[in-house]
Nanobody
């Protein structure tokens, strides 16, 4: 089973950009579907983006579509989330997650119960 460590969070102004990275340990990273979720204070964790094992398929929440881009580099065991045109409502703790069930079948894994491994999270704060 992989272990996940997020980085890249911080403070940004509205309209700015941040790039989050998630580093995975283990030799089987390419057999995991990956996702990003976020949790704002007082709210439930919500889906942000997902990517299949090869990076050929992606899926986004409507709230971030056109602004965020998920990608992965299996050679480096990393998955990234490029966040552009940030809004104050993007403020949250961002988590990456991994799922090894049916790794070569792509479907939008939008529920946190569909992922088996989670990182510790990284804080993103967007000021207006």
């Amino acid at each position: 089973q992989v272990q996940l460590v997020e980085s890249g969070g911080g403070l940004a102004q509205a309209g700015g950009s941040l790039r989050l990275s998630c580093a995975a340990s283990g030799r089987t990273f390419s057999s995991y579907a990956m996702g990003w979720f976020r949790q704002a204070p007082g709210k439930e964790r919500e889906f942000v983006a997902a990517i299949n094992w090869s990076g050929s398929n992606t899926y986004y929440a409507d709230s971030v579509k056109g602004r965020f881009t998920i990608s992965r580099d299996n050679a480096k065991n990393t998955v990234s989330l490029q966040m552009n045109s940030l809004k104050p409502e993007d403020t949250a703790v961002y988590y990456c997650a991994a799922d090894s069930s049916l790794p070569y079948v792509f479907y939008p894994r939008v529920k946190d119960s569909e992922y088996e491994v989670w990182g510790q999270g990284t804080q993103v704060t967007v000021s207006s």
